[in-house]
């Protein structure tokens, strides 16, 4: 009994320790919004490059196949009980023309 709570207080003790430590402030000194803004105008054709070629695909390759699996199960939903439902196949195909066009006007935007 005497064991459980010298564990408990070593481990509450441990956690104040931990918090006290992890929560110091730190100052940054000199002109950090203009570090991240030259860093930012550094990579900003490589970050664009990137997300135009991998990132926007594989998002809308993943949406195509979950709209077309959405669809057809659907399909044998409304096979099976006479009722299909829009809902589902709707809101897919709304986030599929959203990727699809967003290279288009996304980078006006920053």
């Known amino acids: 009994m005497k064991h459980k709570y010298v ?3 070593t481990a509450t003790l441990l956690a104040v320790i931990l918090l006290g430590a992890l929560s110091l402030t730190a100052f ?3 002109d950090v919004s203009g570090a991240v803004e030259n860093t930012w105008n550094a ?3 490589q970050i664009k490059n990137i997300v135009n070629k991998v990132v926007f695909p ?3 390759m993943v949406l195509a196949i979950l709209f077309f699996v959405k669809v057809g ?3 044998f939903e409304y096979r099976k009980q006479g009722r299909f439902d ?3 196949p709707a809101i897919l195909f709304a ?3 959203f ?3 967003a290279p288009l006007y996304i980078w006006s935007i920053f």
Do not use: M, N, P
């Open 58 to 60: 594989v998002i809308d």
């Open 99 to 101: 990727t699809l066009t």
């Open 95 to 97: 986030c599929l023309l």
């Open 86 to 88: 829009f809902t589902a």
């Open 28 to 30: 940054a000194s000199g």
């Open 7 to 9: 564990r408990i207080l």
């Open 73 to 75: 199960t659907c399909y």
């Open 43 to 45: 990579a900003q054709s």
